[in-house]
């Protein structure tokens, strides 16, 4: 290591204002200078590696490239940008570009640095699942002394778009979340959509912004569809499921839980049968068997049948996933025998019995009244039918004036 950091300051010597970048092959590096001088006025940029022209321009604000080549001159933050993509073992030496105000006029010369190749990370393959959760690692070699920025980033055509970065106070951005670790930093998905499929890349950007280097691919896939169910089991019940996986599936099959399947705990799998939880594995049917016994309320959330990946791109991956919400038994109505209290007996009506003695007593009432007052009034009207009759006799025929 100390004959290499020599080699390293020796190589430097002479170079103005020079950064040492670390890119890794297969991997892309972005430099990022301003204008040397902040009023000039340039019309053509030609970069060079070892005194060689290698790409040159005399457009502004758009993209140049010449195969994994890539310049642009952005008038409008008064800036260039280099980008080498897919490092090979010839890319890596001194840039720098000289910088023209005419055509005609002397060149202004930046020295861009020194590239050199750092420990290689293998790109890999992820899978997420529509509205679920997916966390991707970015680990590199946890060395504490690295105070450079780490970023992750969208590729998108010649550039690579930043999502989020540890410069920024800012950690989450819509459905993305940065969270800082010891070896590294991770960023989680919330809410996977379609638009969240494409490549990414995290890596390491100079502390006064002056390169980027990517130093690991992420290839990330969305799954439209992945085979789901439900099951609502009782305290202390017994439950049994099945998951059937596809063919290639031939690593070791495991169930997890978790609402995020690429930092589910695993609970079980066809290595270990352990505790409450037991898998049966029928090979040649590709089907297994998951049992749960005496199911508590702890047991509810998410659960995914997943395999391991015989590919080094490809961790793992899942084809089943369960939704268990674990349900309290149902208490029993019966009243008990010692209670004080007797409970109302309802009629197919609705009314109980102190409710129809009441309306008894109410009507019996009211006829009472009612035959009270014919009576009433039949007694009353009696003597007035009596004197008409007596009034009737006096001046009957009998009893007239004759002379």
């Known amino acids: 290591?100390?004959?290499?950091?020599?080699?390293?300051?020796?190589?430097?010597?002479?170079?103005?204002?020079?950064?040492?970048?670390?890119?890794?092959?297969?991997?892309?590096?972005?430099?990022?200078?301003?204008?040397?001088?902040?009023?000039?006025?340039?019309?053509?940029?030609?970069?060079?590696?070892?005194?060689?022209?290698?790409?040159?321009?005399?457009?502004?604000?758009?993209?140049?490239?010449?195969?994994?080549?890539?310049?642009?001159?952005?008038?409008?933050?008064?800036?260039?940008?280099?980008?080498?993509?897919?490092?090979?073992?010839?890319?890596?030496?001194?840039?720098?570009?000289?910088?023209?105000?005419?055509?005609?006029?002397?060149?202004?010369?930046?020295?861009?640095?020194?590239?050199?190749?750092?420990?290689?990370?293998?790109?890999?393959?992820?899978?997420?699942?529509?509205?679920?959760?997916?966390?991707?690692?970015?680990?590199?070699?946890?060395?504490?002394?690295?105070?450079?920025?780490?970023?992750?980033?969208?590729?998108?055509?010649?550039?690579?778009?930043?999502?989020?970065?540890?410069?920024?106070?800012?950690?989450?951005?819509?459905?993305?979340?940065?969270?800082?670790?010891?070896?590294?930093?991770?960023?989680?998905?919330?809410?996977?959509?379609?638009?969240?499929?494409?490549?990414?890349?995290?890596?390491?950007?100079?502390?006064?912004?002056?390169?980027?280097?990517?130093?690991?691919?992420i290839q990330l896939k969305v799954e439209a569809y992945i085979k789901s169910f439900t099951r609502s089991p009782t305290i202390g019940q017994r439950i049994t499921y099945w998951c059937e996986y596809p063919e290639g599936a031939l690593k070791e099959r495991f169930i997890c839980k978790g609402e995020d399947p690429s930092l589910c705990e695993r609970v079980v799998s066809t290595a270990q049968n352990t505790g409450r939880f037991s898998m049966t594995d029928e090979t040649v049917k590709r089907n297994i068997t998951i049992t749960v016994t005496d199911v508590t309320a702890g047991d509810s959330g998410t659960y995914w049948c997943g395999a391991e990946s015989e590919t080094e791109t490809q961790r793992q991956y899942f084809y089943h996933r369960l939704v268990m919400t674990v349900v309290p038994p149902v208490l029993s109505t019966t009243s008990s025998p010692s209670s004080s209290k007797q409970p109302a007996t309802v009629s197919s009506y609705g009314f109980d019995r102190a409710s129809v003695l009441e309306i008894a007593l109410a009507l019996s009432l009211d006829v009472m009244l009612v035959m009270l007052a014919v009576y009433l009034g039949y007694r009353g009207c009696a003597p007035c039918k009596r004197t008409e009759e007596y009034k009737a006799k006096l001046t009957g025929p009998c009893n007239s004036n004759t002379r």
């Open 1 to 217: 290591m100390k004959s290499f950091l020599l080699l390293i300051l020796s190589l430097m010597t002479g170079c103005e204002a020079s950064d040492v970048v670390n890119g890794c092959r297969e991997g892309w590096v972005e430099f990022i200078f301003k204008y040397p001088d902040a009023n000039g006025n340039y019309q053509k940029i030609d970069l060079l590696k070892a005194d060689k022209l290698i790409i040159g321009s005399i457009r502004k604000d758009v993209w140049e490239n010449k195969g994994r080549l890539h310049l642009h001159h952005d008038t409008k933050n008064r800036q260039f940008n280099v980008i080498i993509k897919q490092l090979q073992q010839e890319d890596f030496g001194e840039y720098r570009c000289e910088l023209y105000g005419t055509i005609e006029s002397s060149p202004e010369r930046v020295n861009l640095g020194w590239l050199f190749a750092a420990g290689y990370q293998q790109p890999f393959h992820q899978t997420a699942y529509r509205t679920a959760k997916t966390t991707i690692s970015c680990e590199d070699n946890g060395n504490k002394d690295d105070f450079r920025v780490r970023f992750f980033c969208k590729e998108n055509g010649p550039i690579c778009e930043d999502v989020l970065s540890t410069k920024s106070a800012l950690r989450s951005n819509g459905s993305f979340t940065l969270t800082e670790t010891e070896r590294g930093f991770t960023v989680s998905i919330s809410d996977v959509s379609a638009q969240h499929a494409g490549v990414y890349w995290w890596g390491v950007e100079s502390t006064e912004g002056s390169y980027r280097a990517a130093l690991r691919k």
